[in-house]
């Protein structure tokens, strides 16, 4: 069984599209109408932008977004079994197995980033990547901290991101260390996603998802709040609601793919981060990158 998984914020790069954009009359107009809903010419930012312009949250989302679902439309004998996308990947994977329309998709990853980016304003928080470290000691180190800190994502065996307040985040690297870990490492973001942190963003993203008509999907997605497979759209909305607060369980969801029957992973979007995550969860799976 084919899987097709989506990347999320981070697989950034200038002139990301460019190609598809030149050399495609379907990618063109998708990009250009893209270019009219979110009012702002954001393909002159992917294909000429600097590395600081692309990394601003309300450009970086769509951007991501954009490259993959595009992509995704121009491969020949695309007909997924199943699809996960990591954190913003989600929506990617939302439109690419029908239960989002492009535009639809578009409007609401355009409304979470710039939900995001307003909670991210209310506090000063952060993200670290904790690698070698046991997931069980991560949490509890987590749970032990004075303040909000938490496991954010489960990205493979040994790799874990932890979010919160930038204090309480400070403080659980200094205990990860003393723990063990090889690395505890604070990361270059602009908050505190997967975590208490964006329950303002959780909410007002939580009304443009209600009023968004999903679609029964034509394969099961996995989402990152629940690893498993889903395939109601009341159910994909439900937890696309509760994503923004909470883990990307993304090792369970590859790990949960494999034992439904999948037998290779194809990443669809710019970059190449999730085939060396899957590698790193299942080293038999074959990898492919779109």
């Not at 993304?250 to 999730?274: C, H, N, Y």
């Not at 995550?277 to 074959?286: H, Q, R, T, W, Y």
């Amino acid at each position: 069984m084919k899987a097709y998984v989506f990347p999320g914020q981070g697989a950034q790069f200038t002139g990301m599209g460019k190609d598809l954009y030149d050399n495609s009359a379907l990618a063109k107009s998708l990009f250009e109408k893209a270019n009219e809903i979110l009012g702002f010419r954001i393909t002159d930012i992917m294909f000429e932008g600097t590395a600081e312009e692309l990394k601003e949250t309300k450009v970086t989302q769509p951007a991501v977004f954009l490259h993959s679902v595009i992509l995704a439309k121009k491969l020949e004998n695309f007909n997924p079994d199943m699809v996960a996308g990591h954190s913003l990947g989600e929506f990617s994977a939302l439109v690419a197995n029908g239960s989002l329309s492009f535009e639809d998709g578009l409007k609401l990853v355009s409304q979470r980033a710039l939900a995001m980016q307003k909670a991210c304003e209310i506090k000063p928080s952060t993200m670290a990547a904790v690698l070698n470290l046991d997931d069980k000691i991560v949490e509890e180190i987590c749970a032990s901290i004075d303040g909000v800190v938490v496991a954010a994502n489960y990205n493979c065996p040994g790799q874990l991101v932890i979010s919160g307040e930038y204090k309480a985040v400070e403080m659980a690297c200094e205990k990860m260390k003393e723990a063990g870990a090889k690395r505890a490492l604070i990361l270059p973001v602009g908050g505190a996603f997967h975590s208490p942190m964006m329950e303002p963003a959780r909410e007002e993203l939580a009304a443009a998802i209600e009023a968004t008509t999903f679609s029964t999907p034509t394969c099961p997605v996995y989402q990152n709040v629940t690893a498993t497979a889903v395939s109601s759209a009341d159910e994909i909305k439900k937890n696309l609601i509760i994503q923004l607060t909470a883990p990307v369980k993304w090792t369970q969801s590859v790990q949960q793919m494999i034992k439904d029957g999948a037998t290779s992973f194809t990443e669809v979007g710019p970059g190449k981060v999730l085939v060396g995550l899957v590698n790193k969860i299942d080293k038999e799976v074959e990898t492919i990158s779109a």
